[in-house]
């Protein structure tokens, strides 16, 4: 499952802030129906993007480096700040964001970002070149305005307890889309979507997952499952599970007896028997294994 979690402290995030070395990717876009590596690393074009620590390139061919003292941070042979860098990330469209080691505070090609003059804990670049930010004191922020989060603060960590005070799910929090969208949870449990919230009054959200357009599936805490603010299953089971194909579908796993597992709104039978596991492959089909540890592709055994 996709992440959450509610940290009452900031301790982590100040972790975070001040560590050293250069990191993240070109692309920080959350896609739950690609590979991360596809994502991330090639571009439309064919091209390949460097991701090197100290060398960054874009899908237009820009190409952005720290020197070796890591004072100066340059594109195309030019210097954008002379300052101790702490990290930097590349965009597609060549956009380049970085933190210096002051503060650390957050920049674009035309100087500060908006923080409210807060720590930057946490900064996400996606396909669109659109970028999302958190602060030390829980304010989110995309493209240098702040966004709606609610009574509550936004976390980097939330994690989910039983009624026994286990942890049960972790979340990572917030996340971008591949269409530059801003997702994230509150410390309330609230789903917010670049400042609107859009989870039912009347549940936490426990568990979400986004496809390539930007839609946001997720699961409350009274099993119910929503495509954004359509309701997908009333929650008269539980669910266990659910996956995103690349065609567009939404599988889930239930933790009934028989027929536990469904694609959209129909069961994928299984016999008699109860499904424990699932999985799409790249043509889309559901591929699961039944409690004998019998295959079955939509409703059909296989390997026998």
Known sequence: MKNIFPVNCFCFVLLLCFAAPVSGFNDDSTDDTRSLLEIRT?????????????????????DVYLNQLRTGLFKNGTEL??????DFKVARNGSVFYRTETGPFLYNEQGPMNSNGS??????????GDVIYLNDRGDIFKNG??????????????????????????????????????????????????????????GNVVAFRLNSEGDV??????????????????????ILEFQL???????????TVANNLFLDDQVLPAGS????????????????????????????????
Not at 81 to 86: A, D, E, P, T, V
Not at 176 to 191: E, F, P, T, V
Not at 245 to 255: F, K, R
């Open 42 to 62: 090639i571009c439309d074009n064919g091209r390949t993007v460097i991701d090197a620590g100290v060398n960054r390139s874009s899908c237009q061919g820009d």
């Open 217 to 238: 599936y997720f699961i409350d805490d009274n099993n119910r499952l929503y495509r954004n603010t359509d309701r997908l299953f009333d929650g008269r089971f539980k």
């Open 81 to 86: 700040i002379h300052k101790n860098i702490l």
């Open 145 to 202: 305005v702040q966004l709606n989060r609610g009574p509550a603060k936004i976390p980097l960590r939330f994690v989910k307890t039983n009624f026994l005070g286990e942890r049960v799910i972790l979340f990572q929090n917030p996340v971008i889309s591949r269409n530059g969208k801003a997702i994230y949870i509150n410390d309330a449990g609230q789903l917010f979507v670049d400042g609107t919230r859009i989870d039912p009054k009347t």
């Open 273 to 304: 028997q109860r499904v424990v596991s699932f999985n799409f492959n790249s043509a889309g089909e559901v591929i699961y294994q039944d409690e004998l540890g019998r295959l079955w592709k939509n409703g059909q055994p296989i390997g026998y």
């Open 119 to 128: 720590t930057v804990a946490l900064f996400l670049v996606s396909s669109s």
């Open 245 to 255: 194909s690349n065609t567009g579908q939404v599988a889930y796993l239930t933790d």
